[in-house]
């Protein structure tokens, strides 16, 4: 009796064991996987057929006969976008949605109606791996062309008097989504709206984005605006996408040219009758300032002489102190000083005369030939010997 209880103790435990094992087999089954694309209401979100911008969702349905574990999403055959799903994160549908900014991938002309197949895959508990089936999509954008730049400065039919000026413009796109980078294209031209060049071309990341280009990078030989000349500008605004839009052509003209203003010494030197120490080795340096209305490069003459050398009645003017002495020669050919010094030799106990006189760029200079317009001359008095 004792052997028979043993072995229908065996047989229990063995059948107990194999019923076990019968009711809990080894998960082989991956889970099913499908997706679907829908449209949002993000900004331009659209889906034409595979055609698709903007803002879209990617949607995997999946089940499994004993239990999801991980969902992820797929561009081509490998690259994850975005996390990995433990749950459902569209609870009420039961549902893994993506939130696929396709806009990000269309970041210049090139990546327009470039293809993208995407996929999803869910793990079970197992391990077991369901593959959705791939969907290719077209990545498109409305794009619409830049708007017409707004020109700020110099407005138009301005008079600027000044030798030089800065053209200012703001540009700007409606296309936001992403934020578009404009190349401008600024033309400028002297004597008529038919004789603009292309002279400066800047890419700008933001907008509405200010654009400037400054009139002495213009690449010629004069620079500078001439007096009583008309100027025009317009500028070329240019997306990502190569569609353009032009502004108004501006015009500005330089008016007419200012004469320099009259010099001012840098010392008291401007004076009659100054007095100044003997110096040690001779030689005294005149300086002085000279400025233009306009803001024209000036070259100048110095008259300059002794007490003995002219004729001093009531007053001295420097027309009659004769011709600038060693005149140099200045980068544009004139027998004038480049810079507002000049040094000369003096001796104890005399008195000098001198004026600086400035002329401008275009000739312009004070006048000093009528009477009425005469400049006194300006004198000082090197100290007596003990
Ligand atoms: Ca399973
Ligand atoms: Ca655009
Ligand atoms: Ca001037």
């Given amino acids: 009796m004792k052997k028979t209880f043993v072995a229908i103790g065996v047989l229990m435990v063995v059948v107990v064991l194999g019923t076990f094992l019968a009711c809990s087999p080894k998960d082989v089954d991956p889970p099913q996987i499908s997706i679907e694309i829908r449209a949002t209401d993000n900004y331009e979100s659209s889906i034409d057929g595979n055609v698709i911008q903007g803002v879209v969702e990617i949607v995997a349905t999946v089940t499994d006969n004993v239990g999801v574990d991980t969902v992820r999403f797929f561009i081509g ?84 008097n000044l030798v030089s000026t800065m053209l200012k413009w703001q540009g700007s796109d409606a296309d936001l989504h992403p934020i578009q980078e ?45 007096p009583e000349t008309d100027y025009y500008w317009k500028v ?16 500005f003209e330089r008016g007419a040219n200012g004469i320099p203003d009259y010099p001012r010494a840098s010392t ?25 209305p306009n803001g024209d490069a000036l070259t100048h003459r110095v008259y300059f002489a002794s007490e003995d050398e002219v004729d001093i009645t009531d007053k001295v003017f420097v027309y009659e ?36 006189i400035s002329t401008d760029f275009w000739g312009a200079t004070p006048s000093f030939a009528a009477p009425e317009d005469n400049i006194a001359a300006w004198s000082f008095t090197v100290a007596e010997e003990d």
């Fill in 77 to 160: 055959d490998s690259i994850q976008i975005g996390t990995h799903y433990n749950e459902p994160n569209d609870t009420v549908n039961g549902v893994y949605v993506y939130e696929w900014k396709v806009f990000e991938l269309v970041r210049d002309s090139l990546d327009i109606g470039l293809e993208y197949t995407i996929s999803a895959k869910a793990w079970d508990g197992a391990g077991n791996e369901g593959v959705s089936e791939s969907q290719t999509f077209v990545v498109t954008i409305d794009n619409q062309a830049p708007e017409s730049p707004y020109m700020m400065d110099p407005e138009d039919d301005d008079t600027v």
């Fill in 182 to 226: 404009l190349v401008y294209k600024v033309y400028f031209g002297e004597g008529s709206a038919g004789n603009m060049d292309s002279v400066y071309s800047t890419k700008k990341g933001t907008v509405p984005d200010t654009g400037n280009w400054a009139t002495p990078l213009w690449d010629r030989d004069i620079t500078y605006l001439v």
């Fill in 236 to 251: 070329v605004a240019t997306d990502p996408y190569g569609q353009s839009t032009e502004s108004e052509t501006y015009h």
């Fill in 321 to 356: 102190l004769g011709d600038p002495i060693n005149p140099v020669i200045d980068t544009f050919g004139r027998s004038e000083l480049a810079v507002a010094e000049y040094t000369v030799q003096v001796s104890p106990g005399v008195q000098y005369y001198w004026r600086p």
């Fill in 268 to 292: 008291s030197l401007d004076s009659f009758g100054a007095v100044i120490d003997i110096p040690e080795d001779g030689t005294f340096k005149l300086t002085w300032t000279s400025t233009d």
